[in-house]
């Protein structure tokens, strides 16, 4: 008996700003949604809102997760999508969420590697690039230090 192969793993992590600024409902809407799209494609991934901007990374297959990425880039509820990093993963760092989430405070976004500031006058730099672990391991920061959303 032949065994497939184990399919590959792909990440995508980004940042984006909302058209207007999300009611708690929007947002209770928006993660409804994200994680029954995201349990329908097989992906994982970590939501973080601040003050009417968004960061997420998305995990699975990247066929789903460049698909997934497609619409969010053509979504009207946000723009400056700006991708930091994507490609191949060893294994997932949100396996347990199909979306976890958590609404975060302005200042705990500055020390995030890579956060564009979209006030900034330079707005949108150059982006550099990063360290996935690293990423992955301070988003992940915020949802272990205090209760999140499932």
Not at 10 to 24: D, I, K, N, R, V
Not at 56 to 83: M, T
Not at 90 to 95: A, K
Request: charged share 20%; hydrophobic share 35%.
């Amino acid at each position: 008996m032949l065994l497939s192969p184990p399919a590959s793993l792909y990440h995508l992590a980004y940042q984006s700003t909302a058209t207007g600024m999300p009611t708690e409902q929007d947002l209770e809407e928006l993660l409804v949604q994200a994680r029954a799209t995201n349990q329908q494609h097989g992906l994982t991934g970590v939501l973080l809102y601040c003050e009417g901007r968004f960061m997420q990374v998305l995990e699975g297959s990247e066929e789903a997760v460049q698909g997934i990425y497609a619409r969010i880039e053509r979504d009207l509820r946000h723009h400056n999508v700006i991708k930091f990093t994507d490609g191949p993963i060893r294994r997932r760092s949100f396996s347990t969420w199909s979306m976890g989430f958590k609404a975060v405070h302005p200042e705990d976004f500055q020390h995030l590697a890579c956060y564009l500031n979209p006030a900034a006058p330079s707005f949108p730099p150059t982006v550099p690039e990063t360290d996935t672990s690293t990423l992955h391991a301070l988003l992940a920061s915020f949802l272990t230090d205090e209760s999140i959303r499932y």
